[in-house]
Each structure stands twice: as structure tokens, then as C-alpha cells.
């Protein structure tokens, strides 16, 4: 990039879509400098002697003729330590630090580094001087936090013989920690790397996912379960539970890593994330949750442009950890503010609009966004394995999911958690629909559970197909009432009702409900299984069902989601004990009479 | 040094286009004068190669193209901001209103002057809102707890009673401290609706502490999409500058959007949803989310937007875009107001989503969440089970289905409705709550932890009789 400075100047303003003449090297992506004051702005568009770039910050207060600055680079991420329990706005300024220099407004004219350049952080070098290394090679370790040692790989595209590397202390960002020599060259290099956040990074291979992300939601990790590595959309209208769920998986889900990028959502809900996190506990590894956690938050109010960028901000970030062999979560909310964007900046630029409005490229992005997940082997050596596995909420118009970009989205995802209105009115939380949600996951995943004790993929049929029944049943419900139907089918709506309201429900600010671990999730609904099929036993033999529906077990069966701890899950023992006991005095009871 | 032109190249709708010669600014306030020598004045809205886009705040009735003069200020538009506007009224471009003891104010000498677009508040200094506003209506502080520094739409219909809802709130809202600001903003409202709020603020004597915005339905229609901006910028410098607790009552956010709608397409832009620009979700959001709390300061903005849902549909785009911005929303209901409940809150479609940090042990009490998901549960069987019973007869329902039935009406009479002066402290609310749910056989109450449940759950079956006594 020797060239001579690339100078244009403002010829349009267009809220955020900003039109400028005069430059002469422009290639779309570029980053551009508007105007005296300096925003931040990426070339989108090239006509004629002309490019159009979207501003990343607010352009009230612009002039046209103010000089514009092209940088000639893209817009990159910097990767090295310091990501982890940090949170960046959607181009990567780091919001403490803005609120450090600037105060508690985000103004134009700001500035912040992604990576704390003064912070010095303990290199541990893993190979010797003198060897040949490749993309991807782990030639160090720094702890970036308690919880996760920080891989520092060789840049991509950089090949040749590790000519010098430091010793083992502390390193801030910007030293220098290592040379390579290819042929004549020699470069150095340091703790961080950037990247283009709109290029995949590249890896060696693809594989099949055939772990599941434990999520602690059992309706979730039982009935529609995601694969590590796999990608998921949460589509529901507003105040049915996205962002709820998105939380959840980010304190409680198994991944080493979580990447959440709030697009185009509220303030509020990242305050929340920053005040919650560093008091949880990981379940798995017992350390703060935002030791794990990367936050990107480009809130509703913020300029769509930065909004359009944060989405690939954050995949970037999360493919970095990948690289390193970690298991990535990414939780995007929402996708459909990201499409908003997209659509607004379009409209802007007069594109023909396709559906709803949105650019006919819309699928394109939607799939260079849902394919950057997946299980691989990086490249470099040693091998490993790391995944992402995205989960992406979605916001329909009215809760309508044949709008654009919830349709456009189903043909990304395998796994489709609806949430249902009319559950979240009840206040049946998660509100995922029984109905309408599936996972393709599924039976790719039934050798992983096999493994932790019996029943995992019976017990899914067995459930999908009592509600299946019982919802069929409401509608002749709805002619005859309850009373006139034949008992077999009156003890399935009664478990029916059982399961959805003390196994599919479940509390996430219930201290003990919140993440039901999957030993939990499993006893529990094979003992509520169990039940059904004693209870089915019961009534053929002519007792009436008040008195299988009146029993004591039921009681505790109810309260076991709020009463027994995941590490008390022994108790089921004693509950499966007290169902044969109590059953069998049933029996015996009408039996001898 | 200011440009003068008088060669307006042509006039749509509220805007105006012009042929400039010079750098113009985005943004830029642009004074008029038309052809009668009166002042008008306009913003730049958009500026392509040649042509600079103006929307003039009064209309352009009456303009032409080649007697009016435009003027270009060099400056944003901003708005003079003092303490001394407690008490007083301005209008849709924030000026103070001529009123006809006018002149028993002195003029207001500006603390401060700041631009109306407002900037977003750093999410990292956002402090999360967790401290209750007792309303003393058991609907509100039972089900959908309003906390300061949240945004808390009233979605209603035409003619329900949600003026009187939202004056009974600020009546009630422990309002009287020193440090508690109302900043009203009536957008494209009746003359009447703004007399009603006035009459009811003198009423609770609160007065003094309110600032009105009034853009009433006769007034231009741009000033509707300035004035919540100045309306919000006002209430920043009281929250965040003078440590005050301000609450903002946006009414009626449905003439915003059409003001919005209007706009939109005299520009040309492409329609997204029932006309109204792709846009409007970012641009309510850089509305609502003026609300809040920042970490260190005392102050707090706390936003109650009232929505007039067109044909009282919760699906239409401005309901609709407003809900997934906010932070929760309160829907009446035109059957419960037919029924003469009051207020006529449907509870299951209202939804407060700062409740949870709220309330609970030493805030409310610990009991609070979970009794509060009890009743959702049990009201939305109860509806279910009342369709039920339109079908197929009271003879076919279960005695259980029976007991829920009675519940749902009990909880309608007893714990919904309640007088415009009754004020119900939040306990009360709890308890009245565990009267009506014990009313159900313990063992069908699902949603309450077995501790609590069995602390506050009322066993003796006198209590039943209790409350059909009342
Ligand atoms: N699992 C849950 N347990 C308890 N409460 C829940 C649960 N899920 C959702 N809720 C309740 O529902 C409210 C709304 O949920 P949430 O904010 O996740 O909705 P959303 O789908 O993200 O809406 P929007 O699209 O408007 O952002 C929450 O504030 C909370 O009160
Ligand atoms: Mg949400």
C-alpha cells in the first residue's frame, strides 16, 4: 500500500449513504475517512468516476466538499488477546474505553483500539528457532484468561522458517515476538493479527457434527437439539423469548467460547449482559461466564451501517477461536435488524427492491452469514478441531414467518426453535413451539447420549407423540368435553398437560431451573414416561383415573424441575421407588376389594 | 458568512428542492421567507450532486419558486434549554407557547444549547434499570412493573381509556419528590386531550413539575417528528445534567409515524409495511431508546409512548415496531372497557421485561415473580376454559375447569378493576393475589416453587368464602 494518499472529496449526503468524487484507487471494501471530522465509512459502490460509501457513524453536520480520505484497506478485525470480556461496538472501537475518553455519549470523532496496547500479557513460545511453519501453526500460548489459553497462530498466507522467537515473559500487544524468513524476506510479527471481516478464514476441513451444544433447556437439548457446530435460527414475534433464550446459551450452554453480538437491539439488554456475566458461574468450569465471552453491541440506536458490519465483526472473532480448536457459540440477535440494515441502505442506493423491500441479494448475505458456522480442522499444526455454531434470532413482522427473512433463513438453518405467541401470553417459557420447531440434528446426535444413560431417543418420540396425540384430542375436546372420552386418552391429555407444564417449561431466572443438566433432563422425563405407561396399566385394569392423577408422586413429579438441584439428581431414585410403591398399593388396594 | 438563494427548483409536499450553489451541511437549518414576507423555517434533509432536499417545518402552502428566499444558517437545529421551563408549555419547535397570560413568564435565559438528534447513550455506560415505580394500580405493579429508566409503551384504541390511565399513573407515581420531572409531549393530539392532561396535572398539584410539548391536530405536521426530539433533549439535560428523575409521556406516537409516513413519500423513498418507510424501526429506536439510566448519575428518563393501534390491531407496523423496541407494553383491551373494567389492561398480550430484576426479596417481595406467573397461567386457562364452556356447556366441564372459570372471573372483578383514585400499595396487590389463587387446589399450581408456595399459599377454606363475600 505505498501509494500516494487517495483523496476525494463529498458530493452527496444521503443519511448514511454518502456519494464522493475524485478518487482514484478505490476498490469496493475500502475504508474511507469522511469529511474533517474523520468518520468511519466503507466504499460500497463504484460508477462512473464515482464511489458510494455507507458511513458507519451519524452524518448530521457534513458538508458537501469536505475532503474524503480512502485508506485503501478493509475493514479488518484485530485478533490477538484482550477479546475476552470485552465488549466492541459493531466496527470493534471498544465501548469502556470510548466511555473512558469521550464520556457516556457515543459521539462522531471518536476513537478507540480494539486491543489495549498497554496491557502485557505472559508469552509462553511453543516452537524452537529454525522450524518451517505454515498458516495456522500454534507457535505460542498466552492465558488470556482463567479459562481459555490463547493460541497465537501463524497469520494466513504466511509461510517460511521461523527465524527468531522471544522467550518466555511479558509481551505487550504491539512487541515483537516472532520472525519468519521465506526466501529474502523476513517479517515479523507480534501477539495479533487482522483480518477482513468479510472474508471466510480459511481452514482444512469440514467435518460432520455429532456433538450436541448442551444448552441446560430441556426442550432444547431433548426434543430440537443443536449440533456443535451447527446453526440454528429463533424466530418470534416481540416479547416471545429471543432474547431470553440467547441469554441463556450464553451463560449456560457447553461452548468454550461465546461470541454475542447485540445488532440493532436494546441498550438495556447489553447492560444487563455486563452487570449479570461476571457474577455466573460456568457450570463446566466453575469461572465468571464473561471470562468466555466476547460482546459486540451495536444497539438499535446506533448507525445501521455499523449494524450491517457487526454481524461479520463477530463471525471473524469467533472463527479466530476457532482456529485455536475452540468450540465457538455465536449468538446473533437479531438477524433480521442485520437484513434491516441491508434493506435501508439499499433502498438508499435505489436498488430494485425484491420482497418486503430487501435487496434481491438478500439470501446471498443471509447465507455468507450462516455459512461461515460448522465443525472443521483448522489449518496448521498441531491438528485440531474447533466449531461455531450459530444461533441466530429472528424478528418477523407480526410474528408472521412468511415474511422474507425468516423464509429466506429456513433454508440456512437445520434446527428452527419457533417461539409461539400464544405460549409466551400464558407465560410458557421458552415458548418453543412443539409444533412447528424441528432439528435435523437429531438422530446424528443419539450415539452422544446413549453414552450418559438409557433412553434419550425413545423418550423423544415418546413425548412428540403423546403432545401430537393430545393435540388432537383438544379438538374433539373442544365437541364432546374432557368427560366423555375414553380414559386411555383422557391420561394423555393429563400428561400431555404434565410434561408441557413441569418438563417443557422452564424458568430461566429460577435459580435451580435455569440449566437442567442433561443427567436432570433425562431422569426426570423418563420417570414422568414411566408414569404414563404404569398409569396406562392402572386404568386398563378398570380403576378410575382421578386416582392415578391424585397421587403423591405427582405432586413431587410437578415440583422436581423447581426442587431438585442438578447435583441431586440421586433424588430420582427415591421419586422412581415411591412411583412403583405408590402404584402398586393402588392396585393392590382396588385389586383385594 | 450566510448564502441567500430565490431559485427553489420545485415543492412536494413538505418539501422543498433547490438547486445549491455552495457546500451545504446535512442537517442544516435553512430560514424561509415566502412570499408574504412571513419567516418560516426548514432543514436539509438530503443533498444529492446538485439538488438539496428541505422539508419546511410549517408546510410549504403558499411558497413558490421564485419570490420565497431560503438561507442557510450553518448551524443544526437546536434547542435552548433552562430550568425555568418547569411549568410551562412550548411548541412543535420548542418555543415557548403564546398563552394568554403570557406574559406572566419572564424569558427563559438558556443553561445550555443542544443539538435535538440526541446521541446514543455508550451501552457500556447504560447502569440497568431495576428500581420500581409504584403506580399503586395492582395490574401495573403486580404483572408489568414499571421501573425507572424504562420505556413502557400504553398500546390502545380509539376512544379507550388510556389518558386516564396514563394521569392516573403520574398521579399516583410518587411524583411529588423534589426531584421528579413530567416532560409531556402531545404529538398531532386533540386540543381536549391536551386540556385533560393539563387539568389533571394541576389536579394531583404537580404542575410545577411538568414541561409540555404540545403540537396539537391542526398544527404542521413536520413539527411532528421534531418534537419528541426536543422534547427527549430537554428531558437528557434534567435526567442526566440536573440529577432528576424525568417521566416522558409521548402522546400519540401514531401521528408521529404518519408525520413519518408523509415525509417518506414525498421523497420518493421506497415503501416498506402499510406505506411507511423501511426505516422506522432504527428511527423509533432513536426515540425510545433516549430512555434510561447511566451508570454514576442519579437521574433516570423513564418513557411511557401512548400508541393508538389503527383498527386496534396489535399487527400493524407501528404496535408492532414499537414493541420490539420497547421494553415491555401495556395493551387495553375494547372488550374489558366494554365490560366497564377499568383499567381495561389485557394482561396477556402486557408484558413488563424489566420486572424480573425489579422485584422479589427486598424489593417487592419474594414471592412476587412467581405468584405473578400463577395468575398469567391460571387467567389464560380460565379464557381458554370459558370458550370451552360457550361450546359445550357448564354441565361438561370438570369441577377443576369449574374452580379455574371462577378464578378468571374473581381475578377480573377483584384484582383488575380498580377506581381511578384507588391506589393499592404493592403488597396489598400480593396478598389480594394469594387470596385468589388459593382459591385453586393446591396441587394444580404449577408455577410456584414448593417453599414459597407453601408459605403464602392459603389453606383454609374460609378464605374461599371470604372473597365471594366481598
Ligand atoms: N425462559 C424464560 N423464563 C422466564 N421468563 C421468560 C423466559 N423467556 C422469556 N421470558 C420473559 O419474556 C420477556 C420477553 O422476552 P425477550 O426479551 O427474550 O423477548 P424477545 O423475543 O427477545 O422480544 P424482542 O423481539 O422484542 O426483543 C422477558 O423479559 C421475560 O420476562
Ligand atoms: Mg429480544
Known amino acids: ?593 | 458568512m450566510k448564502i441567500t438563494y430565490s431559485n427553489i427548483q420545485g415543492i412536494e409536499g413538505p418539501l422543498v428542492f433547490l438547486r445549491h450553489q455552495h457546500n451545504v451541511m446535512n442537517g442544516e437549518i435553512v430560514h424561509i421567507i415566502d412570499p408574504n414576507g412571513i419567516a418560516r423555517t426548514g432543514r436539509v434533509l438530503e443533498i444529492s450532486e446538485n439538488v438539496t432536499v428541505i422539508e419546511v417545518f410549517q408546510g410549504t402552502a403558499g411558497l413558490d419558486t421564485d419570490r420565497t428566499q431560503l438561507t442557510f444558517s450553518d448551524e443544526v437545529f437546536q434547542i435552548s434549554i433552562s430550568r425555568d421551563m418547569l411549568g410551562r408549555t412550548f411548541d412543535g419547535q420548542g418555543r415557548p407557547k403564546i398563552l394568554k397570560n403570557a406574559d406572566s413568564f419572564p424569558e427563559l435565559l438558556p443553561e445550555v444549547v443542544r443539538p435535538i438528534c440526541g446521541t446514543p447513550i455508550n451501552p457500556y455506560s447504560r447502569s440497568y434499570p431495576t428500581d420500581v415505580i409504584h403506580t399503586g394500580i395492582s395490574v401495573i405493579d403486580g404483572l408489568t412493573t414499571l421501573v425507572r429508566g424504562q420505556k413502557l409503551p400504553i398500546f390502545t384504541g380509539q376512544g379507550l381509556s388510556h389518558n386516564k390511565l396514563a394521569a392516573q399513573i403520574v398521579k399516583q407515581a410518587k411524583v411529588r419528590e423534589e426531584n421528579f420531572v413530567v416532560v409531556f409531549v402531545g404529538i398531532g393530539i386533540l386540543q381536549d386531550d391536551a386540556m385533560y392532561f393539563e387539568q389533571r396535572f394541576k389536579e394531583s398539584g404537580n404542575w410545577q413539575n411538568v414541561i409540555s410539548f404540545l403540537n396539537i391536530a391542526s398544527d404542521p405536521t413536520i413539527e411532528r417528528i421534531l418534537i419528541p426530539r426536543i422534547a427527549l433533549t430537554v428531558a437528557e439535560y434534567f435526567a442526566f445534567d440536573l440529577d432528576m428523575h424525568v417521566l416522558v409521556i409521548m402522546t400519540d406516537i401514531t401521528n408521529y409515524c404518519e408525520a413519518l409516513r408523509e415525509l417518506s413519500s414525498a421523497k420518493g423513498e421506497i415503501p416498506s409495511r402499510k406505506g411507511f418507510p423501511g426505516y422506522m424501526y432504527s428511527d423509533l429506536a432513536s426515540l425510545y431508546e433516549r430512555a434510561g439510566k447511566i451508570k454514576g448519575r442519579e437521574g433516570s428518563i423513564t418513557q411511557i409512548p401512548i400508541i393508538t393501534m389503527p383498527n386496534d390491531d396489535i399487527t400493524h407496523p407501528i404496535p408492532d415496531l414499537t414493541g420490539f423496541i420497547t421494553e415491555g407494553q401495556i395493551v387495553l383491551s375494547r372488550e374489558l372497557y366494554k365490560r366497564n373494567v377499568y383499567p381495561p389492561i389485557d394482561i396477556l398480550s402486557s408484558l413488563s421485561r424489566l420486572m424480573k430484576e425489579g422485584v422479589g426479596e427486598g424489593k417487592t417481595r419474594e414471592d412476587h415473580s412467581e405468584i405473578a406467573s400463577q395468575l398469567y397461567s391460571l387467567y389464560a386457562q380460565s379464557l381458554e376454559i370459558k370458550e370451552l364452556e360457550s361450546i359445550i356447556g357448564e354441565e361438561s366441564l370438570t369441577s377443576l375447569d369449574k374452580r379455574i372459570l371462577n378464578f378468571g372471573k374473581s381475578f377480573e372483578q377483584y384484582f383488575m378493576n380498580q377506581k381511578f383514585d384507588e391506589e393499592r400499595d404493592v403488597i396489598t396487590t400480593l396478598d389480594l393475589a394469594w387470596d385468589l389463587v388459593s382459591t385453586v387446589p393446591k396441587r394444580n399450581i404449577l408455577r410456584i416453587s414448593p417453599e414459597i408456595l407453601d408459605k403464602y399459599y392459603i389453606e383454609d377454606a374460609r378464605i374461599k368464602e371470604k372473597l365471594w363475600g366481598r
Open chain 1, 1 to 593: 500500500m505505498s501509494r500516494q494518499s487517495d483523496q476525494g472529496f463529498i458530493l452527496s449526503i444521503d443519511g448514511p449513504v454518502i456519494g464522493i468524487k475524485g478518487l482514484k484507487y478505490q476498490k469496493i471494501g475500502d475504508l474511507v475517512k469522511i469529511g474533517h471530522s474523520k468518520l468511519t465509512g466503507e466504499i460500497i459502490k463504484i460508477t462512473d468516476n464515482r464511489s458510494i460509501a455507507t458511513c458507519y457513524e451519524y452524518t448530521e453536520g457534513l458538508h458537501v466538499g469536505e475532503p474524503v480520505l480512502n485508506t485503501t484497506e478493509p475493514l479488518s478485525m484485530e485478533l490477538g488477546p484482550g477479546l475476552l470480556n470485552n465488549i466492541y461496538d459493531g466496527i470493534q472501537r471498544t465501548l469502556p474505553l470510548l466511555r473512558e475518553k469521550y464520556g457516556d455519549f457515543i459521539g462522531i470523532e471518536q476513537e478507540a483500539y480494539a486491543l489495549d496496547r498497554k496491557k502485557s500479557w505472559i508469552f509462553e513460545p511453543k516452537v524452537k528457532e529454525g522450524t518451517k511453519v505454515t498458516p495456522g501453526d500454534i507457535i505460542g500460548t498466552v492465558q488470556e484468561t482463567n479459562t481459555i489459553n490463547h493460541k497465537i497462530m501463524v497469520p494466513m498466507g504466511v509461510y517460511g522458517t521461523l527465524t527468531t522467537i522471544v522467550r518466555p515473559s511479558k509481551y505487550s500487544i504491539e512487541d515483537t515476538i516472532y520472525t519468519i524468513k521465506n526466501g529474502k524476506i523476513e517479517q515479523k510479527f507480534g501477539l495479533f493479527q487482522k483480518w477482513p471481516i468479510r472474508n471466510i478464514r480459511p481452514y482444512r476441513q469440514r467435518i460432520y457434527p455429532t456433538e450436541p451444544l448442551i444448552t441446560g433447556m430441556r426442550v432444547i437439548d431433548v426434543l430440537f437439539p443443536v449440533a456443535k457446530g451447527g446453526v440454528v435460527a429463533v424466530p418470534g414475534g416481540f416479547g416471545t423469548g429471543k432474547t431470553v433464550i440467547q441469554h441463556n446459551l450464553a451463560k449456560w450452554a457447553d461452548a468454550d467460547i461465546i461470541v454475542y453480538v447485540g445488532c440493532g437491539e436494546r441498550g438495556n439488554e447489553m447492560a444487563d449482559v455486563l452487570e449479570q456475566f461476571p457474577n455466573l458461574i460456568d457450570p463446566h468450569t466453575n469461572l465468571p461466564v464473561m471470562e468466555r465471552t466476547v460482546l459486540i453491541a451495536n444497539t438499535s440506536n446506533m448507525p445501521v451501517s455499523a449494524r450491517e458490519a457487526s454481524i461479520f465483526s463477530g463471525l471473524t472473532i469467533a472463527e479466530y477461536y476457532r482456529d485455536m480448536g475452540y468450540d465457538v457459540a455465536l449468538l446473533a440477535d437479531s438477524t433480521t435488524r442485520w437484513a434491516e440494515a441491508l434493506r435501508e441502505i439499499s433502498g438508499r442506493l435505489e436498488e430494485m427492491p425484491a420482497e418486503g423491500g430487501y435487496p434481491a441479494y438478500l439470501s446471498t448475505r443471509l447465507a455468507s452469514f450462516y455459512e461461515r458456522a460448522g465443525l472443521v480442522h483448522p489449518l496448521g499444526f498441531p491438528d485440531r478441531v474447533g466449531s461455531i455454531t450459530v444461533v441466530g434470532a429472528v424478528s418477523p413482522p407480526s410474528g408472521d414467518f412468511s415474511e422474507p427473512v425468516t423464509k429466506t433463513t429456513r433454508r440456512f438453518v437445520k434446527a428452527f426453535w419457533a417461539l409461539d405467541a400464544k405460549l409466551a401470553y400464558s407465560r410458557h417459557y421458552p415458548s418453543i413451539s412443539w409444533t412447528d420447531s424441528y432439528s435435523l440434528y437429531s438422530e446424528h446426535l443419539e450415539e452422544w447420549w446413549n453414552k450418559l444413560g438409557k433412553g434419550w431417543g425413545k423418550s423423544r418420540i415418546d413425548i412428540s407423540e403423546i403432545l401430537a396425540r393430545s393435540d388432537e384430542l383438544q379438538n374433539i375436546v373442544q365437541l364432546v368435553g374432557k368427560e366423555n372420552l375414553p380414559v386411555e386418552q383422557q391420561l394423555i391429555l393429563f400428561v400431555a398437560e404434565l410434561i408441557k407444564n413441569v418438563y417443557l417449561i422452564q424458568n430461566a431466572f429460577d435459580p435451580i431451573d435455569r440449566y437442567s443438566s442433561p443427567q436432570k433432563s433425562l431422569k426426570l422425563i423418563n420417570l414422568i414416561l414411566d408414569y404414563y405407561s404404569r398409569s396406562l396399566d392402572v386404568v386398563s385394569r378398570e380403576i378410575p383415573l382421578f386416582e392415578v392423577e391424585n397421587l403423591g408422586i405427582v405432586t413431587e413429579i410437578s415440583r422436581a424441575r423447581l426442587s431438585i438441584k442438578n447435583k441431586d439428581v440421586d433424588q430420582f431414585e427415591g421419586l422412581q421407588k415411591k412411583l412403583e410403591r405408590e402404584i402398586t398399593g393402588l392396585i393392590e388396594r382396588y385389586e383385594s376389594s
